[in-house]
């Protein structure tokens, strides 16, 4: 379907969309029209007029037979809802039949994170005493201190950071640029891992292989979850899990949602909410001390 390319460039050029969102629609859509080529005519035939509501919930009855999470799904249908108010506003439909799809509720699942203490362990797990060490300490300092995501890493130059004020600039998700402050720990283990850099590259890339290469986001998953294994029993922390850690540990510290939403360069409060939480020993110790009836005499 010729439509869809057109829509990959107009949410690159017109929404700002990164890389990898334009990735995962042109994923998720190219699998409806595939499903739809099969029910309706080879795919070169498929026209915007034969998408209807029965196509589409033909498509979910397929991806629930898959087994796919409902996570998945509910993408899926969001992705699907996008494309086809596109193909409505350019006038190649005249009705939007994915409006009436019924998407599942997601799961609200707590993403995996560290304690503080384990956080600590993981911070000095690096081998301080060789280059690459120095650079994995600066890597997993970064992280905790700051609460960037792994694309934003892998995305800094030596010029987004300002070791004396410590601060990074990050161009996070539709081409938008924040400033986000990092601990003078932090400062130091990047101070300590620029000196030996030099040796390695005179490239823009903050953090790079032994080549000198710009180090990719795959690398810094594999080191990140080298280094947990070493220091911790716990399945699922990858360098998402440092970001959720670095905004648990602000919370539980008295950090406000606003605050923590700036950092994270969340668009709406309700996603830093599915990154935050409050354990139970901590939600108890707050009623007991907050409410007149549970203080104790």
Known sequence: MEQLREFLDYIRLNRNASAHTVAAYESDLSQFIAFAGRERGTREALQPKHLDLDLIRGFLGELYRQGQARASVARKVSALRTFVRYLRREGWIESDPAALAVAPKREQKVPAHLSVDEMSRLLDAPDASTPLGRRDRGILE????????????????????????????????????????????????????????VALTAGDALFVNARGGRLTGRSVQRLVGRYVRGCSTRFGISPHALRHSFATHLLQAGADLRTIQELLGHVQLSTTQRYTHVNVAQLLDVYRKAHPRARRS
């Open 142 to 197: 970064l992280f905790y201190a700051s609460g960037i995501r792994l694309s934003e890493l892998v995305a800094l130059d030596l010029e987004d950071v300002d070791l004396s004020g410590r601060m990074v600039r990050v161009m996070g998700k539709g081409r938008k640029e924040r400033i986000v402050p990092f601990n003078p720990k932090a400062a130091a283990a990047l101070r300590a891992w620029l000196r030996d850099r």
